[in-house]
């Protein structure tokens, strides 16, 4: 998460919704500077889930489409020609609603990239929404639903490659769930970048 002053916006946080995060301080510390990511990067620990979410500034909330779509460009530049970043991870970038509530339709762009583990063109049928993203990660990971919309939201589980390269999966009998068919376990990274204009990142 970018920090500059005002430019930072609590509510494009989703985790401090959260009471187990809110009120736990060593959860509270997992949320960082968005510096953090190229630290991690540049040392080689990215962590299995980020949440990436610019500031009001480069997310067009405070300037314009241009704005953002450069800063975005040059952003997805550096990282996506990264074989450090984009090696095993799956990256997504997705954007909030519009402000037209009476347009039912609000049909919202989401892309992703991670040649590691996705179907090359594949065309997965269905009308998906911003809760298919957690229950991807809940699939993924074999974790319990929150128990909301993410309980119906339609599945992407279908974006996955039948097989996935052995060294970014491991052997393990303690979790459960869609991901872990023949106990294979995908250990990829997910960044969602979210732009509020909106820019999701999963790896």
């Given at each position: 998460?970018?920090?500059?002053?005002?430019?930072?916006?609590?509510?494009?946080?989703?985790?401090?919704?959260?009471?187990?995060?809110?009120?736990?301080?060593?959860?509270?510390?997992?949320?960082?500077?968005?510096?953090?990511?190229?630290?991690?990067?540049?040392?080689?620990?990215?962590?299995?889930?980020?949440?990436?979410?610019?500031?009001?500034?480069?997310?067009?909330?405070?300037?314009?489409?241009?704005?953002?779509?450069?800063?975005?460009?040059?952003?997805?530049?550096?990282?996506?020609?990264?074989?450090?970043?984009?090696?095993?991870?799956?990256?997504?970038?997705?954007?909030?609603?519009?402000?037209?509530?009476?347009?039912?339709?609000?049909?919202?762009?989401?892309?992703?990239?991670?040649?590691?583990?996705?179907?090359?063109?594949?065309?997965?049928?269905?009308?998906?929404n911003h809760y298919s993203l957690p229950k991807l990660l809940e699939e993924n990971w074999g974790l319990g639903s929150?128990?909301?919309?993410?309980?119906?939201?339609?599945?992407?589980?279908?974006?996955?490659?039948?097989?996935?390269?052995?060294?970014?999966?491991?052997?393990?009998?303690?979790?459960?769930?869609?991901?872990?068919?023949?106990?294979?376990?995908?250990?990829?990274?997910?960044?969602?970048?979210?732009?509020?204009?909106?820019?999701?990142?999963?790896?």
């Amino acid at each position: 998460m970018e920090l500059s002053n005002s430019l930072y916006v609590r509510r494009h946080n989703p985790f401090m919704f959260s009471t187990t995060v809110r009120n736990n301080i060593t959860e509270c510390e997992k949320i960082v500077n968005a510096a953090q990511l190229e630290i991690d990067l540049a040392n080689k620990q990215l962590p299995q889930f980020s949440f990436y979410t610019p500031n009001n500034k480069n997310n067009a909330h405070d300037t314009d489409l241009n704005y953002a779509g450069n800063y975005l460009q040059n952003w997805l530049n550096i990282h996506l020609n990264n074989p450090a970043f984009m090696n095993g991870t799956l990256l997504i970038v997705t954007f909030d609603e519009d402000n037209n509530n009476a347009d039912r339709t609000n049909h919202i762009p989401a892309f992703m990239w991670g040649t590691d583990y996705l179907h090359s063109g594949v065309n997965i049928s269905g009308t998906f929404n911003h809760y298919s993203l957690p229950k991807l990660l809940e699939e993924n990971w074999g974790l319990g639903s929150l128990g909301r919309n993410d309980v119906t939201a339609p599945s992407l589980m279908d974006i996955w490659r039948p097989t996935v390269n052995s060294n970014n999966a491991s052997i393990d009998t303690t979790v459960t769930g869609k991901a872990s068919r023949n106990a294979i376990i995908r250990k990829l990274p997910v960044v969602i970048c979210y732009l509020l204009i909106v820019i999701s990142m999963i790896y």
